[in-house]
């Protein structure tokens, strides 16, 4: 596999400097191009951020020297296609600090994650009149998985509430926790506010009752430290390709002894020890839960990912991004007109926003007229944007390799959205 080069981006302590920066920017050749004219000001990093050539290396390198199927031959590139991908498991059980890797499962991202409990778990475990506990402001892939097993099998929806600004109602979510709860699912950073919900009291206050939680890590994972034990979670879930790693892959992260006590979720190849019509064994964890041929070149890809988070280093990457957010956000409060939605004390990169004046699409088509990319809609929220009684928000999104002389254009683009629309 590829690994980082070295530590190229300066001192591993103290916050990101703006030379460590523009040194980061050069690992990313697709910041490096004009759109409509204008440089490109890529501020949809929520959405998905953007490769480094250490990861299109890696991915390239499977392909030009390696590429075999994992697990079955005895053959060279066979070996070496499986070291690479086993590679990539014990990278990511090193970054969330698993015990094992046994328990690291490749998925296709988040989505499939939540799929998965939710289908294998919830099935076995759950049974009408159970209750599983989400928050307000879910993806709705942690909304639309739970109520179609609600629908398969009666399971009730419990949501909690959270403020105008973006915070959780911890005590109605303690209120909310009882006999009847199965599990706690909830989003770790949101992506329509930007939100960081107190994971670690909201697992202490259900683990309190012996209930399981599931941590949906998309937004976090990417922008500071996870440890899954630090946590305590007992399942989490993220997407590589909003961690600097390809599209494909991700990774459900579960305490083995839950899933050794969870059904495969689909079934085939490697999933199984051994097959006649008259039995089938399963393979033990990850294998399990890894049917078929899985995405070879993702995982390589999502390792070197990894490596390229530990080389400039998440604590690193955290205090910087919150200084910008900071920026961000303070700049686009002197804006009239402009009302920012979600300002939780504790929030990540996000500048969600709202303007009466223009609609969030048309907001959008203008900035990207000024080469700047940002996110227009629901964000897969529609019942954030329903507490916030709007129809969408525009977000701009924030990375590590984002400057405050991106910010300073995107107030710029505003000003024109301005101009345009009053
Ligand atoms: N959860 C959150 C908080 C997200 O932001 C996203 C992606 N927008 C998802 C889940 C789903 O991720 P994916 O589409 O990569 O499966």
Known sequence: MTATNGDPHGSSYGALTADDVARIRMDFPVLDQLINGKPLVYLD???????????????????????ANVHRGVHTLSQRATDDYEVGREAIRRFINAPDSSEIIYVRGTTEGLNLVASSYGRKFFKAGDEVIITGMEHHSNIVPWQILGKEIGIRLRVIPFTDQGELLMDEYESMLNERTRLV????????????????????MAHARGIPVMIDAAQSIPHMPVDVQAMGADFLTFSGHKMYGPTGIGVLWGRADLL???????????????????????NVIPHKFEAGTPDIAGAIGLGAAVEYLEAIGMDRIAAYEQALMRYGAERLAEIEGVRLIGTAENRGGVLSFYMESAHAHDIGTILDAEGIAVRTGHHCAQ???????????????????????????????????IEVFG
Request: proline share 7%; no cysteine; glycine share 4%.
């Open 260 to 282: 050794n006590e969870m059904p495969p979720y689909q079934s085939g190849g490697e999933m199984i020890r051994s097959v006649t019509y008259e039995e089938t064994i399963y």
């Open 185 to 204: 699912s909830v989003v770790h950073q949101s992506n329509a506010l930007g939100t960081i919900n107190p994971v670690s009291s909201i697992v202490e």
């Open 383 to 417: 019942p954030v944007m329903a507490r916030y009684e709007i129809p969408a928000t525009v977000r701009a999104s924030l990375s590590f390799y984002n400057t405050t002389e991106e910010i300073d254009a995107l107030i710029k683009g505003i000003d024109r959205v």
């Open 45 to 67: 990093n929520a959405a998905t951020t953007q490769k480094p050539r250490p990861v299109i290396d890696a991915i390239s390198n499977y392909y030009l020297h390696n590429n």
